[in-house]
């Protein structure tokens, strides 16, 4: 099970991105083979937020076309959208105290949380992920 991180999504769909067909190619192997493909509703809000931003994003999409993409995930058969459970809280408090980060961290130990919880491994290019302890990461622009 792999919950990746809104920047590989990203960096899948930018194609100025220097990451882009190396993320594209990794995400079309996990929508396409046999991994359970993990998302959270944080990872689609925001892949929505920014790749429809024309100040974030360099070519930002129209939200038909961002929804669109959103769907080719959603509709894959090894596609699984995790909900926090009952475990969530108490997961993302002591993630939160052990790492003693804030601010916008704490989006980063909610995702984390959400991967504990459900045993899945969160595939980023974000090194702030490895304060987590006990969370396995992958980078799929670096692990083979």
């Known amino acids: ?60 999409f129209t939200p038909e076309l961002a929804l669109e993409i959103v769907h080719t995930w959603i509709d894959s058969p090894t596609t699984v959208i995790l909900q926090p459970g009952e475990r969530h809280l108490a997961i993302f408090e002591r993630l939160v105290a052990e790492s003693r980060i804030k601010g916008a961290k704490l989006m980063d130990a909610h995702i984390a949380a959400l991967a504990l919880e459900h045993g899945a491994k969160v595939a980023t290019a974000d090194r702030d992920f490895r304060l987590f302890d006990g969370l396995k990461t992958i980078n799929p622009l670096v692990d083979r």
Request: one cysteine or more; a negative charge.
């Open 1 to 60: 099970m792999i919950l990746p991180d809104v920047n590989l999504l990203l960096y899948a769909y930018n194609e100025d991105a220097p990451e882009h067909e190396q993320s594209q190619i990794w995400l079309k192997s996990v929508i396409e083979g046999d991994v359970r493909l993990c998302l959270s509703w944080q990872t689609i809000m925001g892949f929505l937020r920014i790749s429809t931003s024309i100040r974030i994003y360099p070519k930002p």
